[in-house]
Nanobody, 121 residues
Framework: QVVLVERGGGLVQAGGSLILSCAAS????????LGWFRQAPGKEREFVAV???????LYGDSAQGRFTISRDNSENTVSLQMSSLKPEDTAVYYC???????????????WGQGTQVTVSS
């Protein structure tokens, strides 16, 4: 059974930092790309970042320069370090896994339940 569990969400002031983590189990973690997406109320789920099997990374425009994705294959975890947070970063953040390398949420078969990040102004 595939399980992805996000942790680390919460309330932070604008300009602050937060680290999200996602623990994965039930699939061959080292062979998968891991991604972060987010969804704000009334909006589409948006690509944030992805890291592939060899730790190459891609970022969405909103994350570029402020967020860093990393993975630990020994712990089956993926993290998202977020800094210089803005109120518009407020969303539910999801981690997801795909056997390919993609920024398209349709290509990710496995998803976590999400964690809320709220950035106050």
């Amino acid at each position: 059974q595939v399980v992805l569990v996000e942790r680390g969400g919460g309330l932070v002031q604008a300009g602050g930092s937060l680290i999200l983590s996602c623990a994965a189990s039930g699939f061959a973690f080292v062979n998968y790309s891991l991604g972060w997406f987010r969804q704000a109320p009334g909006k589409e789920r948006e690509f944030v970042a992805v890291i592939n099997r060899v730790s190459s990374t891609l970022y969405g425009d909103s994350a570029q320069g402020r967020f860093t994705i990393s993975r630990d294959n020994s712990e089956n975890t993926v993290s998202l370090q977020m800094s210089s947070l803005k109120p518009e970063d407020t969303a539910v953040y999801y981690c997801a896994a795909t056997p390919t390398t993609s920024m398209n949420k349709e290509h990710f078969p496995f998803w976590g339940q999400g964690t809320q990040v709220t950035v106050s102004s």
